[in-house]
């Protein structure tokens, strides 16, 4: 008894998933044998995994879903900025600065999923993937912004409101994520609608700069086509001259009769 006891405690023991995975950490479990686990393995919910007992066929990958912080801090000039403003002849600047902060952290219940797509074997690969998602809802978001060109919304956000229609577009646009936060410390905007109208000017210029060189060089193709025709008319006569020399006396008395 006392051995079927022993060799009863060994068993469960090896067996036990949890036990290899730290108090509020996940585990994820690769074997040879069954692939991924599709479940993962929690704290405080009993796993024991008989294919545990083969040895060097278990492999758990223990990871944490830590909160991630992230900051934003960037600034540029909207595009061609300085060329309409020098364009228009105005004092107008149109640089843009923010200085934000967003967090949120991974789903749990998704980790699996992003698991078995981006391959995550350590901690480490987990950390860069939360990097890298930082970075693309940074990019999400200034691309809202900019792309809407929305004055009252921006008004808003430089006085210091919320901008909860980001949030929620965030959300929508990565429902892997969960607590999302996002608090903007200092924003600076150009004038949007100034931005247009020097916009509009110097395309309108473009446009009729266009034109008139169109018109130009149509005129140029068209005397350069003249210019091609009369030299190949002119070869021709000499060509016909040279064949019958008397044309030229005929051409002569016929130009100097009534």
Same mark, same amino acid.
């Not at 939360?130 to 919304?153: P, S």
């Given at each position: 008894m006392l051995l079927l006891l022993i060799l009863g405690g060994v068993v469960f023991y090896f067996g036990w998933a949890q036990f290899r995975v730290p108090v509020g950490a996940y585990g994820i479990v690769h074997s040879k044998t069954h692939g991924m686990d599709p479940n993962l393995i929690r704290s405080g919910e009993f796993r024991w995994l008989w294919y545990m007992l083969i040895p060097t066929n278990v492999q758990i990958v223990a990871l944490n879903l830590d909160k991630v912080n992230h900051s934003i801090n960037t600034r540029g000039t909207l595009p061609s900025g300085d060329t309409y403003a020098a364009f228009t002849g105005i004092n107008a600047d149109f640089s843009w600065e923010i200085r934000a902060a967003i967090s949120f952290r991974l789903d749990s219940d998704q980790l699996i999923s992003l698991a078995g797509r981006y391959n995550f074997n350590s901690q480490e690969d987990l950390?860069?993937? @939360?990097?890298? $998602?930082?970075?693309?809802?940074?990019?999400?978001?200034?691309?809202?912004?900019?792309?809407?060109?929305?004055?009252?919304?921006?008004? @808003?956000?430089? $006085?210091?409101?919320?901008?909860?229609e980001i949030q929620r577009e965030v959300e929508r646009q990565f429902p892997q994520i969960l607590d999302f936060s996002f608090v903007v410390n200092t924003v600076r905007f150009p004038d949007f609608a100034l931005y247009r109208q020097t916009r509009l000017l110097f395309e309108d210029f473009i446009a009729a700069q266009r034109e008139f060189i169109s018109v130009a060089l149509a005129q140029q193709a068209q005397a350069h086509i003249n210019t091609q025709l009369r030299f190949a008319e002119l070869e021709r006569y000499g060509q016909l001259f040279e064949r019958y020399p008397a044309l030229l006396q005929f051409l002569a008395i016929e130009r100097a009769s009534p």
């Open positions: 950390t860069a993937f @939360e990097q890298d $998602l930082a970075q693309r809802i940074e990019t999400f978001i200034l691309r809202q912004w900019f792309l809407n060109e929305d004055n009252q919304r921006l008004e @808003e956000i430089m $006085l210091g409101g919320l901008d909860t």
